[in-house]
């Protein structure tokens, strides 16, 4: 590559864990794809599509050419020195395949998940967009990708209006997918062998933000879970070629695990203090009231009445006796 010629590649930014959160972002990132290809990129992590020429993200703008889409972005990295020209015939074909596979069955699935399950919506999605992007963007985007969402699952389920029986089958297609996704990678470290090639970066970019997302409603997650070799597929790319952003995470998760336990333990002894006492004072006033119900206490006040009476009248005994 001429030193003259500037790669710059703008992407959503990142969370949990993930360079972006963002499917087509993973794919064309420096970590996620660049790295994998030695093409040297500068990225930079963005937060507002609207400055962008179309309104979108990834955005690569080269010397000459500015492409916003992963559709021409991926081709544009696969001239430069990508690894890809090291498959053969066959898995070049695979990797068309599993490419095509993956936005037919996992792309709704992650779109239901993300933009359409009002759970996962309202309390981890729309908050994280609206943080994440200025106003009055913040109000807009969130509200563009949720009709898009809808407007796909229109379009693939035209004769149904029932979102359970839409997520139902969302899910089921998703699931099957995963399967042979998990068969297809067996124990090998990739996809194609022992370097990552493109059907790796694409693959990641649906799976990780799957599993790191701090999904409220994970129905998806778990079943992911469950493919271990995936989980641990993830888990390879995210510390090999992500490892700033996966140690830093994780090192922010452990901090704030230990500021919570911390604050349990202060809140912890003045609570438990606080019920001991009221544990003795409720166990007094029982105590109390079973004493007077039970006649014991009136017992008692006969009893040191008694023992005052013999008392005072040993001493007038002792008095008339020196009289």
């Known amino acids: ?27 064309v990132l420096k970590q996620a794809y660049a790295k994998f290809s030695g093409v040297p990129i500068k990225v930079h992590l963005a937060s507002n599509p609207f400055r962008t020429p179309n309104g979108r993200l990834p955005l690569l703008r080269t010397g000459h050419c500015t492409l916003d889409t992963a559709k021409d972005i991926l081709p544009y990295f696969r001239t430069k020195h990508s690894t890809d020209y090291t498959l053969s015939d066959k898995q070049c074909a695979d990797v068309l395949a ?8 996992l792309y709704p699935a992650f779109q239901f998940i993300w933009w359409i399950d009002k759970k996962n919506l309202d309390e981890l999605v729309r908050p994280w967009y609206c943080k ?9 985007y969130p509200g563009k990708f949720e009709r898009q969402a809808h407007a796909l699952m229109q379009s693939l389920y ?12 969302v899910y089921s297609e998703a699931q099957k997918c995963l399967t042979l996704l998990s068969t297809r990678l067996g124990d090998r470290d990739f996809f194609c ?19 790191k997302a701090p999904l409220p ?40 695990n230990v500021d919570r336990l911390r604050r349990d333990s202060e809140s912890e002894f003045p ?18 009231g079973y004493a007077l119900s039970t006649g014991i206490v009136e017992v008692l006040v006969y009893l040191l009445r008694s023992r005052k009476f013999i008392r005072v009248s040993k001493k007038k005994r002792k008095r008339t006796t020196k009289g």
């Open 132 to 140: 994440a992007l200025s106003f009055p963007f913040n109000f807009y």
């Open 1 to 27: 590559m001429a030193n003259a010629e500037v790669l710059q590649l703008d992407v959503w930014k990142g969370d949990w864990g993930l360079p972006s959160v963002d499917i087509e972002c993973l794919q």
């Open 217 to 256: 409603n994970p129905v998806l997650k778990n079943y992911l879970k469950a493919c271990t070799n995936l989980v641990k597929y993830v888990s390879r790319i995210s510390q090999r070629y992500f490892e700033n952003e996966y140690q830093t995470y994780e090192k922010h998760k452990a901090e704030k």
């Open 193 to 211: 062998g022992q370097q990552p090639t493109a059907i790796d970066a694409v693959v990641y970019s649906y799976l990780a933000p799957l599993l």
């Open 98 to 105: 599993y490419d095509s596979l993956l936005k037919e069955k």
């Open 271 to 288: 609570n438990k203090r606080r019920n001991q006492i009221l544990a003795a004072l409720v166990a007094t006033l029982a105590m109390a």
């Open 158 to 169: 035209p004769l149904e209006d029932n979102i359970n029986v839409i997520e139902n089958e």
